[in-house]
């Protein structure tokens, strides 16, 4: 039989399962998730300001009004709902509405938290201070930086955010709106058939295996229509890989064989023809254009301006070329400015753009700023943990966790982290978004 993928785990009860994975849904990370009640609580004046109401803010907000007596802290973000952004590919996979992933920034706001509803405008490390939108200057003794990454879709040519959901073009990452008009664009081409294109572009980007999700959640969908035939499925890779951890790229090769999927390698996607349903990508052997009619994109990402332009950005090194924040990766400390922190998609660090991966840092960040506001050195480290249900059916997925190094670290001994089962499936629909909830109040 092909391995395609679909493959059940039997290894394992339902029962069972649910009993084991009960505390451990996130991954166990390396990092203490409980917050310790009977902690003493560390007394201090300090100004701490947190750039960015995301995961990372949310969940640095919920840990510091925990860990510290006396301390103003102000969370500095103009927008009122959050996202579940691992929601996102459920949507446009067909299997969640839209309204499953919102939820109002308030119902994760910590009392006693100051919340400046405004975006940051300025960050000037030198003054201590940041300066908002509005021109409210906020000063602190201590910042934590938390505002994610931007999506550059202005960055091929020819596409922006409007047009998804028209002209055959999906994109999973714009909101939960575009994911569910990327599921209506796939539902199309499910029934016409033709040529799908899927792919990523170089550099960071926050779930890198979002992409592989989509490729394979259309095949799936084609195959349960009886389609697939009518349907051929390109993956346009970056470079010469599909994933960035060998295991998980052997298997994800294997996977893309048995199910007829060609990777074509080295291929970027720069310009995009809506009106004439072409593709263009900058290839070794030059710009190359393809007709499809389902175009699966995934923009550039990189930080928000005023990272970037800031003395808080990397200046030399790899993540220089795009300012990504300059942080130590294992302590989360900045590398110049010993009074700031990052988390999140804006560290400029190997790995660490998920979800789980903000789990993983937040104890290490709250500990270590913690532990600078007593006047020591920071002692928690972070190693690189990410995690990736990743998706191969409706009902299936494969937990993939990893780390700095592209070790597999399986918080679960009884699951192979590369077969895929309904297992790590159950995980993604049903138990990640209590647990993430669970990391923004600060509870793990």
């Not at 000037?124 to 505002?147: E, F, I, K």
């Amino acid at each position: 039989m092909a391995d395609n993928g679909y493959e059940t785990g039997r290894g394992l009860s339902r029962r069972r399962f649910l009993k084991l994975a009960g505390v451990a849904a996130m991954g166990a990370a390396g990092a203490p998730w409980l917050i310790d009640p009977a902690r003493a609580q560390v007394r201090t004046s300090a100004r701490v300001v947190i750039a960015g109401a995301g995961a990372g803010g949310l969940a640095m907000a919920s840990r510091l009004s925990r860990l510290l007596d006396g301390a103003r802290i102000t969370i500095v973000d103009s927008r009122e709902i959050h996202w579940y952004q691992p929601g996102f590919t459920l949507i446009a996979g067909g299997v969640w509405a839209p309204d499953r992933v919102t939820t109002p920034n308030s119902a994760f706001m910590p009392g006693g938290v100051e919340w400046i509803k405004a975006d940051i405008a300025e960050f000037d490390p030198d003054g201590n201070r940041v300066v908002t939108d509005q021109g409210q200057t906020v000063r602190y003794d201590y910042l934590v930086v938390a505002t994610g990454l931007e999506l550059d879709y202005g960055d091929i040519e020819g596409m922006e955010r409007s047009l998804i959901g028209q002209h055959g073009i999906g994109s999973v990452y714009a909101g939960p709106q575009h994911a569910a008009a990327t599921w209506a664009t796939m539902q199309a081409f499910v029934e016409g058939g033709g040529l799908g294109i899927f792919g990523r572009p170089p550099g960071g980007i926050k779930c890198a295996g979002a992409p592989l999700k989509m490729t394979l959640l259309t095949d799936y969908h084609l195959r349960e229509a009886g389609r697939r035939g009518r349907a051929e499925l390109i993956y346009a890779a970056h470079n010469d890989a599909l994933f960035g951890v060998a295991p998980v790229n052997e298997r994800v090769t294997e996977m893309f064989g048995s199910r007829g999927i060609e990777p074509q390698y080295s291929h970027v996607l720069k310009a995009v023809d809506p009106g004439r349903r072409t593709a263009t990508f900058d290839t070794p052997d030059g710009d190359a254009t393809l007709d499809y009619d389902f175009l699966h994109v995934v923009p550039p990402m990189s930080p928000p301006d005023p990272v970037t332009n800031s003395a808080l950005a990397w200046q030399e090194g790899p993540f220089s070329d795009k300012g990504w924040l300059e942080v130590d990766q294992y302590t989360m400390r900045h590398r110049r400015y010993p009074n700031v922190f990052g988390i999140g998609d804006v560290n400029g660090i190997p790995k660490g753009k998920t979800a789980a991966s903000v789990k993983a840092q937040a104890p290490v960040v709250a500990g270590n700023l913690v532990r600078v506001i007593e006047d020591r050195e920071p002692t928690h480290r972070y190693n690189g943990y990410t995690s990736c249900p990743l998706v191969t059916a409706v009902g299936q997925a494969m937990l993939v966790e990893f780390d700095y190094e592209g070790n597999l670290i399986p918080s679960f001994p009884f699951l192979d982290p590369l077969e895929p089962s309904w297992v790590p499936w159950m995980m993604e629909e049903l138990m990640l978004r209590p647990a993430y909830d669970a990391v923004l109040r600060g509870r793990i």
